[in-house]
């Protein structure tokens, strides 16, 4: 005598689908849900700060920054979640970015939060970020970076600059006890007339803390570099 309630085999299949599907569902819910509360954390610090607030990007950004490294990385390269305006008297651009690398299978999403800020002087390619074990490995072939007076600063962070006088006349004694009392201090860029500070997502706080990071280094730019390097300050805080 057959199970009242007995299942054939080829039910198991549809159970086991409509079970993905649902799991998928809720997935898809509660990513929506994260965005949502994401862009309210988002244009609740723009309002703190006296910025405008944009969900979408509205001006082309990783076009707009092709010349930081970041932007030149992967492909389907997306920035939302804009904040824009002035801050400490200088303009700030704030927001989400994303690109991906591989396809199909392979496939893999790369999440940042960014600031940049407009420089008071013309910067050469200035880059600082995290030390890895492949910079370690290259050093061991002569490939090495920036070495600085602090030795914990230089084991922590790899330095590269078209003209390292630059480098060390940026990263001088005082804003190297600053970034070392970070904790880990987020990437640093500064090309031409900007400076681009960036990491991993932290919400609205990860990127107030970028935007006070980047006013900490450009308040800390000695005075003779202002002077040999000085630009006028650009007009207006659209972005």
Known sequence: MEPLFAVG????????????????AVVIVLGILHARRQREAMAALAAELGLQFYADDPWGLPERYAHFALMGRGHSRRASNVLAGTVGGRRC???NYRYTTGSGKNRTTHSYQAAVLDLPILADHLWLRQESVFDTIASWV???DLDFESDEFSRRYYVKCDRPKFAYDIFHT?????LLGCGTAPSIEMNG???MVYEKPNGAEGVRRLIATAQQ???SIPEYVLTERGIAQPPGANG
Do not use: H, K, M, T
């Open 93 to 95: 651009v704030a927001f």
């Open 193 to 195: 007339p900007l400076i």
């Open 9 to 24: 085999a080829s039910a198991v299949p549809c159970l086991a689908f409509a079970a993905f599907g649902a799991v998928a």
């Open 174 to 178: 005082r804003l190297i006890e600053y």
């Open 142 to 144: 002569g490939r090495d």
């Open 217 to 219: 280094v450009v308040q």
